[in-house]
């Protein structure tokens, strides 16, 4: 099946720094890609969808100003978490819509962000 | 609006017992897919099944089966002769098709004791 990575896998930061997590379509093209929160203990929620050379669309509640989203290719969507804050601790999880199989969504393996 | 209940948070069960876990969701679109991911404790996503709402035919695959019930809005996955490598947390999701993204459930953190 297809394969989407996200790098870092776990990274550690100081408050009000910037983290950026990458997520990667390995062997397919994405026009799509999706950004997923998920607090210890508590469901995936979706932060906000991605299209390839057009702005994010972010859920409500979620800042815009605050996770920075990047679709630069259709390969590569990046999150910014910008001047982090320890509430924005969480698992971070990307998927990627196959640009050829339109409704198969595939998962990456989430990045664990803490922030002290 | 789209939502997806999965009323049993937590299960513990004995190992080679049989366990079935609940879902219910709510859409008012007539096309739609139903998805079941079991989450491990490394956090990754595993895809267990996808299922369109046209397709009502209940799905086996090994010790997994799911049950299909549109009259009920239910999608229950049923885990025969549970083994301890089940334990997981299990996330029911839908996705509309034209909007695409996924809902998903709450969980259900199933336990499978030695």
């Known amino acids: 099946g297809a394969v989407v990575s996200q790098h870092p896998s776990r990274v550690i930061c100081k408050s009000g720094t910037s983290v950026k997590i990458e997520c990667r379509s390995l062997?397919?093209?994405?026009?799509?890609m999706f950004w997923y929160r998920q607090f210890p203990k508590q469901s995936l929620m979706l932060m906000a969808t991605?299209?390839?050379?057009?702005?994010?669309?972010?859920e409500q509640g979620v800042e815009k100003d605050k996770f920075l989203i990047n679709h630069a290719s259709l390969t590569l969507s990046t999150l910014t978490v910008t001047s982090a804050h320890p509430e924005d601790s969480s698992f971070y999880i990307c998927?990627?819509?196959?640009?050829?199989?339109?409704?198969?969504?595939?998962f990456g393996p989430g990045t664990r962000l803490t922030v002290l | 609006a789209q939502k997806v209940t999965q009323a049993q948070t937590e299960i513990s069960v004995v190992e080679k017992e049989d366990v079935t876990l609940d879902c219910v969701y709510e859409?008012?679109?007539?096309?739609?897919?139903l998805f079941w991911y079991k989450q491990p404790p490394s956090g990754e996503l595993v895809f267990l099944i996808r299922?369109?709402?046209?397709?009502?035919q209940n799905e086996i695959s090994g010790r997994y089966s799911w049950n299909f019930q549109k009259s009920t809005s239910s999608f229950n996955f049923t885990i025969t002769a549970s083994q301890v490598v089940d334990s997981a947390v299990y996330f029911c999701?839908?996705?509309?098709?034209?909007?695409?993204?996924?809902?998903f459930g709450k969980g259900t953190r199933l336990h499978i004791l030695p």
């Open positions: 991605s299209n390839e050379g057009s702005k994010a669309t972010y």
């Open positions: 998927s990627a819509r196959d640009r050829v199989s339109y409704n198969e969504q595939f």
């Open positions: 859409t008012r679109d007539t096309t739609y897919y």
């Open positions: 299922r369109n709402s046209f397709d009502e």
């Open positions: 062997d397919f093209q994405a026009t799509t």
């Open positions: 999701a839908l996705s509309e098709v034209v909007v695409d993204k996924i809902i």
